[in-house]
């Protein structure tokens, strides 16, 4: 399973769609418990996925390194910002199977949304880091109204990135934070996806497979199925806050429904399948791909009925795009220029939410 440690609620950024610090009352600003708790938590899962997460973790390198020393996991993951990067020791950033940095495209986008000069700072440490680093460098993307998804995207693949991941800036943020939604989705989003995906099926053609997250994740799905929400919310994937408490998914410390314990009292197995997405999300004919695109937008429908259903017509549109994509993939792994494995990606939930 998939455990999301948050090493601090601390972060050195105030990004518009985030605020930065998480609130003291939503969860102590330090780590509470001892490391040798974790370790006894974790330890009951011999597949376990440790991802560090914030605020921004590597605020907290010593801890970080204390915990990769400790904790029995498979496989290691941090979300970061990226602006230190380059202070964590050679031995263990080459332990990390995944870095996913907080970059939104553009130098002008990334800076209107992250701050003045934060593009140049992020783009100029995972240059710093990429010479000596062999894992996956994925650059993490929130897409909002003044980002032109065609843009960003083929600007993050042009730089030292090995794959680009994006979620809709629709779940967090109020719906006022949107000027026109619908004109943005009409006009801009879904014709980027439209013509990114053409893109993809271009270079597929060539031999080439262009590391965009959400459509290799959707047509894994496809191709070897799957079930339920692909970040895994509440099933296989749990976060711990600062104090020991277990949550479903790691935004909205303070609901109660995403409480599900804490690391003293409760057990890895025991968490498996805690919380699952409601309605119309089970009958819902394209389920089986979208598994529920995120269990925080299902539960608290922050944009009513009427916008849930708007954000589910850009699902709808990204499948289309793949469905499309896929016959192509499909005779290519006929005519052996690819492997089906090839398109199995991501191998592991190193926290690519997979569906924007
Ligand atoms: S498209 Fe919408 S209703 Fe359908 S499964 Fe996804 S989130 Fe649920
Ligand atoms: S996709 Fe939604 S439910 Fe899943 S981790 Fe992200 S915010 Fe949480």
């Not at 031995?91 to 199977?97: E, F, G, K, Q, V």
């Not at 016959?327 to 290519?332: A, G, M, P, Q």
Request: aromatic share 10%; hydrophobic share 40%; net charge negative.
């Amino acid at each position: 399973m998939l455990y999301i440690i948050f090493l601090t609620g601390v972060c050195n950024l105030r990004c518009r769609y985030c605020g930065g610090t998480i609130p003291e009352e939503v969860m102590p600003r330090e780590v509470q418990y001892k490391i040798e708790d974790l370790r006894r938590f974790i330890e009951k899962d011999t597949d376990a996925v440790v991802a560090f997460y914030g605020g921004e973790p590597l605020l907290r390198i010593p801890l970080m390194l204390r915990m990769m020393d400790s904790l029995p996991a498979k496989r290691f993951v941090i979300q970061t910002n990226g602006f230190f990067l380059d202070k964590i020791p050679l031995s263990y950033l080459n332990r990390l199977d995944a870095i996913l940095v907080s970059i939104d495209g553009r130098e002008k986008i990334t800076d209107y949304y992250r701050g003045h000069r934060v593009y140049r700072m992020v783009v100029d440490k995972v240059r710093k880091i990429r010479p000596h680093y062999g894992g996956d460098i994925i650059a993490r993307m929130a897409v909002s109204e003044e980002s032109d998804i065609y843009e960003e995207v083929t600007h993050l693949l042009s730089l030292p990135f090995d794959h680009v991941h994006w979620q809709l800036n629709v779940v967090w943020s109020p719906e006022g934070s949107w000027h026109d939604f619908d004109s943005w989705v009409h006009h801009s989003y879904n014709l980027g996806i439209t013509r990114l995906a053409g893109l993809w099926i271009e270079n597929l053609k060539r031999g080439k497979i262009l590391g965009i997250v959400p459509f290799l994740g959707i047509i894994k799905r496809m191709l070897f199925g799957g079930e339920g929400l692909p970040c895994g919310a509440g099933r296989d994937a749990f976060a711990i806050a600062t104090d020991g408490r277990i949550l479903a998914c790691p935004i909205g410390g303070e609901f109660e429904w995403n409480e599900l314990g804490d690391i003293w009292s409760r057990g890895p197995e025991e968490l498996c399948n805690s919380v699952d997405v409601e309605e119309p999300c089970k009958s819902c004919d394209i389920y089986p791909i979208c598994g529920g695109r995120c269990l925080f937008a299902n539960k608290e429908r922050l944009w009513g009925e009427n916008g849930f259903t708007k954000i589910c017509g850009t699902v709808r549109h990204i499948v289309n795009e793949m469905e499309r994509a896929r016959e192509v993939v499909e005779i290519l792994i006929q005519e052996g220029i690819f492997r089906r494995e090839d398109f199995f990606y991501p191998s592991f939930n190193n926290t690519t939410e997979i569906i924007p």
